[in-house]
């Protein structure tokens, strides 16, 4: 019988600890296959930041570096500058991503650094508990916020991939999510498109990935799957906010 469906090469073959629908380990899945098809496996370093993607180490076949919490791209630009025939990304959540981190972003990125960001934003702090983040929804009820977000005193979900995309530095920008086939088919093109830019010296490069989280969001993982598509994409829309091949 033809085998039809592999492991990536650049994932290694061991159970992940992620929660049984945890959307990190298809989006590490695609990430992978990137590196795959780049056949950059050997010359890539992941940027790990603290959260549930803390692992990285053990599931990618690559050389990885831990950064602290929201210091990735700082941690990325030092490895890129000092080691430009790698290709180098980061891996991030969005509490670490878009609210300890978000000066480290918003800098590496206006300074156009050579590096790859994946951002998964499931609008909680997965690893810790589920307390609000930056991307946490209007009225979602997390572990600090137990009647829900509210606006007026928390402020509004911040849509990054926008915000970055403001940014002269930023080479390309898109949201992607991994709820559907369709979707997965389409994450995939774009997670291929950031690393082809950094292996094309094209500058900064930024992918956020909608995600679910289960566990904090108290949901099976079905209904949290649907969530994506029925709560969360209609806030943060799929799609390519800047891209400085069609400017
Ligand atoms: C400087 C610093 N502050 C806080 C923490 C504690 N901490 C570890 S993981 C985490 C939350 C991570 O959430 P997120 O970035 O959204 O990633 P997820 O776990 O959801 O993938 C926090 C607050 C830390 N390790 N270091
Ligand atoms: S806590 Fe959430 S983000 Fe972390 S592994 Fe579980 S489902 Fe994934």
Redesign the pocket.
């Known amino acids: 019988m033809k085998q039809v469906f592999t492991r990536p090469e650049s994932l290694k073959d061991v159970q992940t600890h992620f929660c049984p629908g945890c959307h990190?380990g298809s989006v590490h899945r695609l990430v992978a296959e990137a590196m795959d098809e780049f056949g950059i496996r050997d010359k890539t370093i992941g940027v790990a930041?603290?959260?549930?993607?803390v692992f990285l180490y053990g599931y990618f076949d690559i050389d990885v570096i831990e950064a602290?919490?929201?210091r990735a791209p700082a941690v990325a630009t030092g490895a890129k500058r000092a080691r430009n025939d790698r290709i180098v990304f980061t891996y991030?959540?969005?509490?670490?991503?878009a609210a300890?981190g978000t000066s480290e972003i918003i800098h590496a990125a206006n300074r156009g650094e050579d590096i790859t960001v994946i951002f998964?934003n499931?609008t909680?702090?997965?690893?810790?508990g589920g307390q609000m983040?930056p991307t946490t929804m209007v009225g979602q009820k997390t572990s600090t916020s137990p009647y829900g977000r509210n606006q007026a005193k928390d402020g509004y979900p911040i849509r990054m991939a926008e915000l970055l995309a403001q940014l002269e530095g930023v080479a390309f920008s898109a949201r992607v999510a991994v709820n559907s086939p369709r979707n997965v088919m389409q994450a995939k093109k774009m997670i291929k498109t950031a690393f082809r830019y950094q292996v094309e010296g094209r500058g900064f490069s930024f992918i956020e990935a909608l995600a679910a989280?289960p566990t904090n969001w108290g949901m099976n993982p079905l209904a949290a799957n649907e969530r994506v598509g029925s709560e969360m994409i209609p806030y943060f829309p799929l799609g390519v906010y800047r891209n400085t091949a069609n400017l």
């Open positions: 990190h930041s603290v959260g549930c993607s602290p919490h929201g991030q959540g969005d509490g670490d991503l300890i998964v499931n909680t702090y997965g690893m810790t983040a989280c």
